[in-house]
């Protein structure tokens, strides 16, 4: 079936420095991707949607000059958090919808020390 | 403004047990409801989902239904196993694919 990857599964950052995370669609390929946060104890709350070769869309509350979001192709989606400080620690997963069911990725652990 | 809240926020049974689990949500008007299982620092996996025309759906041990006029939906898990231990997450679309997630159901199944 269809799979999603991230990468990486976990990173611990000093303050201020910036991070990248890939998704990727394998064998597939996805127009749209979602971004979520999910601190610990609690659900996944939505950062942002993009679309292959647009901008991406912010959710309230969420600082595009801070999350960078691209989706330069139709496998790859990658959200950069710059100038990470220690309350951006947090799982962070991508999800598409290649058929109607939505699939996410394994997640990655930020930790901003 | 779109609010799904699940009940228990806990919940601990011995192997063997049926169960059930809570789903409630404010606005009926849904595209379709989906139960996913997260096992601790893991991603999402899709157990069910089930559109907004449908009442219910099987899958293995797994029922889940739908009540989109009361905003309601339930995970029925049958004869629990350990491995069934996670936290158990119901989430509804809205328009523009919009997913809201209830804040979860840890589940510990006791050998």
């Known amino acids: 079936g269809a799979v999603v990857s991230q990468h990486p599964s976990w990173v611990i950052c000093k303050s201020g420095t910036s991070v990248k995370i890939e998704c990727r669609s394998l064998?597939?390929?996805?127009?749209?991707m979602f971004w979520y946060r999910q601190f610990p104890k609690q659900s996944l709350m939505l950062m942002a949607t993009s679309n292959e070769g647009s901008k991406a869309t912010y959710e309230q509350g969420v600082e595009k000059d801070k999350f960078l979001i691209n989706h330069a192709s139709l496998t790859l989606s990658t959200l950069t958090v710059t100038s990470a400080h220690p309350e951006d620690s947090s799982f962070y997963i991508c999800?598409?919808?290649?058929?109607?069911?939505?699939?996410f990725g394994p997640g990655t652990r930020l930790t901003v020390t | 403004k779109q609010e799904v809240t699940q009940i228990p926020a806990a919940l601990s049974v011995p192997e063997g047990e049926n169960l059930v689990l809570n789903c409630s949500f404010t606005?009926?008007?849904?595209?379709?409801l989906q139960w996913f299982r997260q096992d601790p620092g893991k991603g999402l996996t899709s157990l069910l989902l089930i559109q907004s025309s449908q009442r219910e759906q099987t899958s293995g041990r797994l029922n889940a239904s739908l009540d989109k006029s009361s905003g309601r939906s339930t995970l029925y898990i049958a004869a629990s196993q350990p491995g069934d231990s996670a936290t158990y997450l119901c989430?509804?679309?809205?328009?523009?694919?919009?997913?809201?997630f209830g804040e979860g159901t840890q589940l510990t199944v006791n050998p």
């Open positions: 064998d597939f390929q996805a127009t749209t």
């Open positions: 999800s598409t919808s290649p058929s109607g069911h939505r699939i």
């Open positions: 989430a509804v679309e809205t328009s523009g694919s919009r997913l809201t």
């Open positions: 606005d009926s008007a849904i595209y379709n």
